[in-house]
């Protein structure tokens, strides 16, 4: 049974860095995708980032600003968020399929809140 936890959300001010950790357990395969959504108040949850073997993949309004990143020995997945801005204020979202797709995603962590406010 995969299991995936998130962790590392917070209140940062805008300008600011915050990196997101996800822990995960029984994600057999090493091609597995793994992603970051985020879904903010009123708004659909939308795809972050995402990695799938040497592959990474972002979200325009994220582009050089956050990194994806694996650690298939540690069993975790980071995203560092540098240059947070106030519309980055979202629930943060782990998830990770076996078959290797972005869309849909079979398994989801439970989220964490990173609040970007002065």
């Known amino acids: 049974q995969v299991q995936l936890a998130e962790s590392g959300g917070g209140l940062v001010q805008p300008g600011g860095s915050l990196t997101l950790s996800c822990g995960y357990s029984?994600?057999?395969?090493?091609?597995?995708?793994m992603a970051w959504f985020r879904q903010a108040p009123g708004q659909e949850r939308m795809f972050v980032a995402g990695?799938?073997?040497?592959?990474?993949y972002y979200a325009d309004s994220v582009t050089g600003r956050f990194k994806i990143s694996r650690d298939n020995r540690k069993n975790t997945m980071l995203l560092q968020m540098n240059t947070l801005r106030t519309e980055d204020t979202a629930v943060y979202y782990c998830a990770a399929d076996e078959t290797g797709s972005f869309e849909p995603m079979k398994h989801w962590g439970k989220g964490t809140l990173v609040t970007v406010s002065a």
């Open positions: 029984g994600l057999a395969s090493m091609s597995a995708s």
């Open positions: 990695i799938q073997g040497t592959g990474t």
